[in-house]
């Protein structure tokens, strides 16, 4: 779908506001998502990132303002609604009963009553496509953290969104998780699903994301391309203000070695952690 030569967003934002009491939370932002696009969200804490998309989402109500899908006026009503319209969303906390399965757990977040053996197919069929990979019948208490994260994704992706909303996603990751979950999310772009990214991790946005759009006290400063800016460029437009490196002073005398670590090895239990080799280090009092 084309408008005047240019692609018709997926998701359009026209002066979003929500204000509470003492606190404008969204003051008349404006956003574009194309599809296919990974699009960061970036702010600082209070910027108005999570009132944003939880409007967005159908957990909160604007005040005032309009919001578009593939070009026609959409209105919603609560996170169903939304899951309908194709918007899904991972939280940065999980929703998970630790005592169920990857299975029971997933058919919980889905509508109607499913068909327990069917569903634990189509989510080892996903799971396996996408890189993720999920055994569905694993009790949750089992998995470790970037495997829980993975049962949020696949049941978003069994309602084949076109619009994924992650929150802050690789705060709880590994590198070696994150590194695989870029590789999913470049893939379902590449599908034309339209990713909103959270994250506070500049250097991740600018590997990951092609579009970004800064929030500041609550409004909307600017979009950029994150490829083209620095880290540290980027954190200006959040903060308002230059940045400068930090002067350190000569170093104090300190007192007597209190701990020394002295190449210490450890292997990882983990199949997604970091073996320790030949650590050093001393900590000293003061």
């Avoid at 509470?20 to 600082?44: C, F, Q, R, S, T």
């Avoid at 590449?190 to 994250?199: A, K, T």
């Avoid at 092609?210 to 083209?228: F, M, N, Q, W």
Wanted: net charge negative; glycine share 8%.
């Amino acid at each position: 779908m084309e408008t005047d030569g240019a692609v018709t967003p997926r998701l359009e934002l026209k002066g979003i506001t929500k204000a509470y009491p003492g606190v404008l939370a969204n003051d008349n932002i404006d956003l574009k998502i194309l599809p296919g696009e990974i699009h960061a969200l970036l702010g600082e804490n209070g910027a108005g990132k999570s009132t944003l998309v939880k409007i967005i989402y159908g957990v909160l109500k604007a005040d005032s303002g309009d919001m578009k899908w593939d070009g026609s006026p959409l209105e919603i009503a609560n996170p169903h609604a939304a899951r309908k319209t194709g918007i899904g969303m991972i939280f940065q906390h999980f929703s998970l009963f630790e005592a169920m399965t990857v299975t029971e757990n997933i058919a919980l977040g889905l509508p109607g009553r499913q068909n327990m053996t069917d569903l634990s197919r189509r989510i080892r069929e996903i799971s396996e496509n996408y890189g993720l990979p999920l055994h569905p019948e694993r009790h949750v208490h089992t998995l470790s953290v970037g495997e829980k994260q993975r049962i949020e994704i696949v049941r978003c992706l069994l309602q084949n969104p076109k619009l994924l909303i992650m929150d802050e996603p690789t705060s709880v990751l590994t590198p070696q998780e994150a590194k695989k979950m870029f590789e999913t999310l470049r893939r379902l772009a590449n599908e034309g699903v339209s990713i909103l990214y959270i994250s506070h991790k500049l250097d991740e946005i600018k590997a990951l994301c092609h579009k970004a759009t800064i929030l500041r006290g609550g409004k909307y400063i600017s979009e950029c391309d994150p490829t083209v800016e620095t880290a540290k460029s980027l954190a200006e437009m959040m903060i308002g203000t230059n940045l400068t490196a930090p002067q350190h002073s000569e170093e104090a005398d300190r007192g007597p070695v209190r701990l020394k670590v002295s190449n210490l090895s450890l292997d990882s239990t983990d199949q997604f952690g970091v073996d320790l080799n030949l650590i050093n280090f001393e900590v000293r009092s003061g």
